[in-house]
């Protein structure tokens, strides 16, 4: 065997065995959800698949309805307020030679340095203040803090890809600067925006820490709720692993779209 | 309709001088043409024209109204791109069409119009493409088509043929200098095509280094260079310049010697082009030299003699032949222009 063909197969063995180890306990964790109490703790493959782990968490006491509901408000209106924001401030960013530019978004940036920790507790103070506590909108707002400076960041990375050309030409035309944005820099930057919205509901979705601070009862989310399954009984894994398939399938979705459009590069074509 | 004026226009990146000081005044319906070597600043001025590149200094003057601050989409401009500029995510119809949607025009009367310009540019057949899936050239007219899809008071047109074939070239020029006599807009073009400069200009503005060193009808620019840079620039193949000095009423250089009508002086350069020399008996020609080289050109040959490593070159009949390395000779044609410069000004000596 030559060189190339070693370095071939070495290439796929380590590929296979990343893959194992990241995706074993997903897999096991799918496993699990459909297990019957007394078999989740067995490692052997041979049970009867079941459903009723499904049923449980979704009726009382767990109402995992309830959490599947918050955290999709939450994560949708995060995105749907981020993300326009978010745009406008990212084509200004890499468009504008404004002074103080560079200094005003290494600010932005730099709220992505504090540990989440440090700044949790003034968050559950202002919060109780104005009552806000347990509330969607006390979590839409942390997740907006936490979320739009990242996706502004991201999503300048794409315009900055854009070439000015057809910007400008489109100024030239006798278009605004905002409906260049509109006709031009919009359908242009569609899939970074696309990328960086899914991106912006991941994180939202699996946010925890502040979540597990602010809500208590009404406005509980997934991730939260998860840690329910742990109790004075001892861990149920089964529900766990059941609430657990619940939260990772639409994130898989989301992965999957994502893939798709991050291979189209929609600039081919506008300059020489 | 406008009569474009730069007063004291400067352009600066930082400490560079890309623009200096430039006043130039393009008249009502004139064809301008910018002429120059790459980086000496003619798609600055351009865009200083059009409002993309903010001005450093000086002022920018439509029909006498200053408008260095009027924004790009107010100024009633139709630009072809150097680099095109064209809207990838849009067909080739949706981008001629374009700046006539902005303004309103309805669907019916776009759709006759972008169809009409694409037959222009011999583009009819690729409406529904995207940019993506057409040639450098094929672009190229895409972006000339959107520009003369509707009638704005000034052309700004950047290199608009320099990626097409020399046939189509030619086709396109015409159409422009069509266009141009049927609108009688206001053009400024940039091309390193003489040929289109020539041919397309009312006056050419020979531009270096951020400046320009003359302003003249293609016709003078050609006949009258004011210096040394426009003598070398112009013209092709390009003007032969003999180093050498004046005495005694003669121009001298090594295998060189001619009556000039000058003072005598030293450290003198004389131009005279390829096309104003003719091939004579090497015993009494006042420029001799070896043949160098012959290149067949199609209507004409081109000589290089070679003497004392100077070399000068003459565009003889397309029937003539000569060895390599025999001696040859060449004279001024009866009423053909020498010119004279200072070798170290580089400025024209007039007699
Ligand atoms: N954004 C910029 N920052 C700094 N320097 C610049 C910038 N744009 C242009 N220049 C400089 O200004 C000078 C003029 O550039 P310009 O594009 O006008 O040249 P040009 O005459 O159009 O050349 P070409 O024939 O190659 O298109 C060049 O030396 C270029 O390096
Ligand atoms: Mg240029």
């Given at each position: 065997?030559?060189?190339?063909?070693?370095?071939?197969?070495?290439?796929?063995?380590?590929?296979?065995?990343?893959?194992?180890?990241?995706?074993?306990?997903?897999?096991?964790?799918?496993?699990?959800?459909?297990?019957?109490?007394?078999?989740?703790?067995?490692?052997?493959?041979?049970?009867?698949?079941?459903?009723?782990?499904?049923?449980?968490?979704?009726?009382?006491?767990?109402?995992?309805?309830?959490?599947?509901?918050?955290?999709?408000?939450?994560?949708?209106?995060?995105?749907?307020?981020?993300?326009?924001?978010?745009?406008?401030?990212?084509?200004?960013?890499?468009?504008?030679?404004?002074?103080?530019?560079?200094?005003?978004?290494?600010?932005?940036?730099?709220?992505?340095?504090?540990?989440?920790?440090?700044?949790?507790?003034?968050?559950?103070?202002?919060?109780?203040?104005?009552?806000?506590?347990?509330?969607?909108?006390?979590?839409?707002?942390?997740?907006?803090?936490?979320?739009?400076?990242?996706?502004?960041?991201?999503?300048?990375?794409?315009?900055?890809?854009?070439?000015?050309?057809?910007?400008?030409?489109?100024?030239?035309?006798?278009?605004?600067?905002?409906?260049?944005?509109?006709?031009?820099?919009?359908?242009?930057?569609?899939?970074?925006?696309?990328?960086?919205?899914?991106?912006?509901?991941?994180?939202?979705?699996?946010?925890?820490?502040?979540?597990?601070?602010?809500?208590?009862?009404?406005?509980?989310?997934?991730?939260?709720?998860?840690?329910?399954?742990?109790?004075?009984?001892?861990?149920?894994?089964?529900?766990?692993?059941?609430?657990?398939?619940?939260?990772?399938?639409?994130?898989?979705?989301?992965?999957?779209?994502?893939?798709?459009?991050?291979?189209?590069?929609?600039?081919?074509?506008?300059?020489? | 309709?406008?009569?474009?004026?730069?007063?004291?226009?400067?352009?600066?990146?930082?400490?560079?001088?890309?623009?200096?000081?430039?006043?130039?005044?393009?008249?009502?319906?004139?064809?301008?043409?910018?002429?120059?070597?790459?980086?000496?600043?003619?798609?600055?001025?351009?865009?200083?024209?059009?409002?993309?590149?903010?001005?450093?200094?000086?002022?920018?003057?439509?029909?006498?109204?200053?408008?260095?601050?009027?924004?790009?989409?107010?100024?009633?401009?139709?630009?072809?791109?150097?680099?095109?500029?064209?809207?990838?995510?849009?067909?080739?119809?949706?981008?001629?069409?374009?700046?006539?949607?902005?303004?309103?025009?309805?669907?019916?009367?776009?759709?006759?119009?972008?169809?009409?310009?694409?037959?222009?540019?011999?583009?009819?057949?690729?409406?529904?493409?995207?940019?993506?899936?057409?040639?450098?050239?094929?672009?190229?007219?895409?972006?000339?088509?959107?520009?003369?899809?509707?009638?704005?008071?000034?052309?700004?047109?950047?290199?608009?043929?320099?990626?097409?074939?020399?046939?189509?070239r030619v086709t396109m020029r015409a159409e422009l200098k069509h266009l141009h006599h049927e609108l009688g807009v206001t053009t400024v073009y940039v091309t390193h095509d003489q040929m289109e400069a020539m041919t397309l200009a009312h006056r050419v503005a020979v531009m270096r280094e951020?400046?320009?060193?003359?302003?003249?009808?293609?016709?003078?620019?050609?006949?009258?260079?004011?210096?040394?840079?426009?003598?070398?620039?112009?013209?092709?193949?390009?003007?032969?310049?003999?180093?050498?000095?004046?005495?005694?009423?003669?121009?001298?250089?090594?295998?060189?010697?001619?009556?000039?009508?000058?003072?005598?002086?030293?450290?003198?350069?004389?131009?005279?082009?390829?096309?104003?020399?003719?091939?004579?008996?090497?015993?009494?020609?006042?420029?001799?030299?070896?043949?160098?080289?012959?290149?067949?050109?199609?209507?004409?040959?081109?000589?290089?003699?070679?003497?004392?490593?100077?070399?000068?070159?003459?565009?003889?009949?397309?029937?003539?032949?000569?060895?390599?390395?025999?001696?040859?000779?060449?004279?001024?044609?009866?009423?053909?222009?020498?010119?004279?410069?200072?070798?170290?000004?580089?400025?024209?000596?007039?007699?």
């Open positions: 065997m030559n060189r190339k063909r070693i370095y071939w197969w070495g290439e796929r063995a380590v590929l296979v065995l990343v893959s194992c180890i990241v995706l074993f306990p997903i897999l096991w964790m799918f496993l699990t959800a459909f297990k019957r109490p007394k078999d989740a703790y067995s490692l052997s493959l041979d049970f009867s698949p079941t459903l009723s782990n499904f049923v449980t968490v979704f009726s009382d006491p767990w109402n995992l309805g309830d959490m599947v509901l918050n955290s999709a408000i939450v994560a949708s209106v995060t995105v749907l307020i981020a993300v326009p924001c978010a745009s406008l401030a990212a084509y200004s960013f890499s468009r504008f030679r404004v002074r103080g530019r560079k200094f005003l978004f290494f600010l932005i940036l730099s709220t992505q340095f504090i540990p989440a920790v440090v700044i949790v507790l003034p968050f559950f103070l202002m919060f109780r203040t104005l009552g806000l506590l347990d509330t969607r909108i006390a979590l839409i707002v942390v997740n907006l803090a936490i979320v739009t400076p990242f996706v502004i960041w991201m999503i300048k990375g794409f315009i900055d890809a854009i070439p000015t050309d057809s910007e400008e030409a489109a100024m030239i035309d006798g278009a605004s600067r905002l409906r260049v944005i509109k006709d031009i820099v919009l359908p242009m930057a569609a899939p970074g925006i696309l990328t960086s919205s899914i991106f912006c509901f991941i994180l939202t979705w699996n946010e925890f820490l502040f979540a597990l601070i602010l809500t208590r009862r009404d406005a509980v989310t997934l991730p939260v709720g998860l840690v329910s399954f742990r109790t004075e009984r001892g861990d149920l894994w089964e529900l766990m692993s059941a609430a657990g398939v619940m939260i990772t399938v639409p994130i898989f979705i989301m992965a999957l779209l994502i893939q798709k459009h991050f291979t189209r590069g929609m600039t081919a074509g506008a300059v020489k | 309709m406008a009569e474009v004026q730069l007063v004291d226009v400067e352009k600066r990146y930082g400490d560079f001088l890309a623009v200096t000081r430039q006043n130039l005044t393009i008249k009502d319906g004139e064809f301008l043409v910018l002429l120059g070597p790459s980086g000496c600043g003619k798609t600055t001025t351009m865009r200083m024209i059009a409002g993309l590149e903010e001005i450093t200094a000086g002022n920018l003057l439509f029909a006498g109204e200053r408008v260095n601050d009027k924004a790009p989409k107010d100024r009633d401009i139709a630009m072809v791109f150097q680099n095109y500029g064209l809207y990838p995510h849009m067909t080739v119809a949706d981008n001629i069409g374009y700046p006539l949607k902005l303004r309103g025009v309805d669907r019916k009367t776009r759709t006759a119009r972008v169809q009409e310009t694409a037959e222009k540019v011999e583009l009819g057949a690729l409406l529904k493409r995207r940019p993506s899936e057409l040639s450098g050239g094929q672009r190229q007219r895409v972006a000339l088509a959107r520009a003369i899809v509707r009638t704005p008071k000034i052309f700004l047109m950047d290199e608009p043929l320099s990626n097409l074939d020399a046939k189509l951020g400046r320009i060193v003359q302003l003249d009808t293609p016709k003078n620019i050609y006949s009258e260079p004011a210096d040394l840079f426009v003598a070398s620039f112009i013209g092709s193949p390009p003007m032969n310049l003999i180093d050498g000095r004046i005495s005694g009423g003669r121009f001298e250089a090594p295998g060189v010697s001619l009556p000039v009508e000058a003072t005598d002086r030293d450290k003198v350069v004389m131009g005279i082009r390829p096309e104003d020399l003719e091939l004579t008996d090497p015993a009494s020609a006042p420029i001799s030299g070896r043949v160098y080289a012959l290149e067949l050109t199609g209507d004409s040959t081109l000589v290089t003699l070679r003497e004392q490593g100077s070399s000068i070159c003459a565009r003889g009949p397309a029937d003539f032949e000569a060895a390599i390395n025999t001696s040859c000779g060449l004279a001024p044609k009866p009423g053909a222009r020498t010119h004279l410069f200072d070798k170290d000004s580089g400025q024209r000596i007039d007699a």
